[in-house]
């Protein structure tokens, strides 16, 4: 079983950058498919951006294509989502998603949730 701990949310100005992080421990970081969702005030939960386990494929929603870019560091534990041109339908609880499987395929149906980060992007 993995822990995710997401970090790197606040205010920031439309237009403006913000790196979140996530933070996994517990087990064994790499053999995990990682994503990010969003959930923004009155709204249902959605999958923002997601990763395979070695980092060799990545799917965004149409939404922040372009604009975010999710990474990894298997080394560090860690995956990040990378989010610029920031626009104010943006502000939502970001959380870090987490599902044990070696796929090449990006999923996005996960197992593993963190408690979430607040981003709120000002207009």
């Known amino acids: 079983q993995v822990q995710l701990v997401e970090s790197g949310g606040g205010l920031v100005q439309a237009g403006g950058s913000l790196r979140l992080s996530c933070a996994a421990s517990g087990s064994i970081f790499s053999s995990y498919a990682m994503g990010w969702f969003r959930q923004a005030p009155g709204k249902e939960r959605e999958f923002v951006a997601g990763?395979?386990?070695?980092?060799?494929?990545?799917y965004y929603v149409d939404s922040v294509t372009g604009r975010f870019t999710i990474s990894r560091d298997n080394a560090k534990n860690t995956v990040y989502l990378q989010m610029n041109s920031l626009k104010a339908e943006d502000t939502a609880v970001y959380y870090c998603a987490a599902r044990w499987i070696l796929s090449g395929q990006v999923v996005l149906e996960y197992d593993y949730w963190g408690q979430g980060t607040q981003v709120t992007v000002s207009s």
């Open positions: 990763i395979t386990w070695n980092g060799g494929n990545t």
